[in-house]
């Protein structure tokens, strides 16, 4: 495995870019500022966002962030290196317990006054942070190097996966590959799938599908050597299947249990392609187990969905498959790899 292929990459990407689609900061009003020697900054975005996401305007505080505190003109009070706890709290001389979680610095230092006002005159806290380890984000999958990172700064998906080591790559007939099926890989926010396009974003340079991270944010990248079938809905066991030799609908469902109690077995929707171009297929499932059609041949990838309802239109069902396929890859891959309980409100929505 090695990523220098990706780090390549990114070095042709921006000296291609830097002439056309990237616009320098004297030139685009949302760019960086330059820089104090008169150098001009450039993005790894064709045009910056005019301003800071939601998440940067008011920028709380949480468990992990490390804050230096002091009273104005009072040096024998500076605590340095003040943690806040796993419980949101933390304590600053006669201030005991005081819950800092969801506030900014401005509102933790109000509340601090306030409370220090029954033991000092006058007093003005300063706060001083000194690392921000509460804002998270997960790169998984197939990446040389997988797990939770901190937001030390502002930072696209193209940054992140640098930070990560890149995608993964192999050998192949004496090539370098990527091991990466980017037509599977997804991002997460809020429950939500964020529309990326990562086969161009890799494959064609397009730097429109480099948006910019925020907290809590879940990067996953499907392997391309694991010929998986998703096997999802309303199956007695819902997960991954190893692809075997000439696998039909039937026999993935009978491999992960078969139908469950609730499930409709008139039809079954298999989704093929990439989850940005999704290939719906619809199964007359009735038919092959009244022996009037053949069973349908899937392909390495494919999404297999048993719905719980009887259902005619295959648009109100291609999104519900999406989502429980990228429910099911978000908790397997959070629990193989990271090893503990994933936060409720990535799922929250899907």
């Known amino acids: 495995m090695n990523s220098n292929w990706f780090l390549r990459w990114i070095a042709a990407l921006l000296i291609a870019a830097s002439g056309a689609n ?56 500076t605590w340095p290196e003040v943690v806040i706890r796993p419980d949101g709290r933390l304590t600053f001389l006669q201030a005991r317990d005081i819950v800092a979680t969801g506030l900014t610095i401005d509102e933790l230092r ?3 006054d306030q ?32 797990g939770v990172y901190n937001f030390e700064r502002p930072l696209t998906v193209i940054e992140a996966i640098a930070r990560a080591g890149g995608l993964e790559t192999g050998l192949y007939e004496q090539r370098t590959v990527e091991m990466a099926d980017l037509g599977h890989s997804f991002l997460v926010r809020h429950g939500q799938r964020v529309p990326v396009d990562f086969e161009r974003l890799f494959q064609r340079g397009d730097l429109a599908q480099n948006v910019a991270l925020e907290p809590d944010d879940y990067l996953y990248f499907a392997s391309a050597i694991a010929n998986q079938i998703y096997v999802l809905g309303e199956v007695m066991t819902p997960g991954v299947l ?16 078969g139908f469950s109690d609730r499930a409709f077995k008139s039809r079954v929707l298999v989704v093929r392609g990439s989850l940005s171009h999704p290939q719906p297929i619809i199964v007359d499932s009735a038919a092959i187990l009244a022996g009037k059609a053949p069973d349908f041949k899937l392909e390495p990838r494919d999404i297999v ?17 999406v989502r429980a396929f990228l429910q099911g890859m978000t908790v397997e891959w959070t629990a193989l790899n990271i090893g503990a309980p994933i936060n409720k409100t990535l799922l929250h929505g899907l």
Do not use: C
Request: proline share 10%.
């Open 115 to 146: 409370t220090l006002a029954t033991f000092y005159r006058n007093p003005h806290t300063i706060i001083t942070p000194a690392a921000f380890r509460s804002k998270k984000y997960f790169v998984l999958g197939a990446v040389v190097n997988r």
């Open 305 to 321: 969905y048993v719905n719980q309802n009887p259902w005619t239109k295959v648009e109100d069902l291609l999104d519900t498959a």
């Open 242 to 257: 190893a692809f075997s030799p000439k696998p039909t609908v039937l026999n993935v469902i009978a491999a992960r249990g």
């Open 110 to 112: 109000a509340k601090m």
């Open 22 to 77: 990237l616009l320098p900061a004297a030139e685009n009003e949302s760019a960086p500022l330059s820089t104090p020697d008169g150098a001009t900054n450039f993005s790894l975005s064709v045009r910056p966002p005019a301003k800071r996401a939601a998440w940067q305007e008011r920028l709380t505080l949480g468990p992990g962030d490390v804050l230096n505190l002091s009273l104005f003109d009072m040096p024998d009070t």
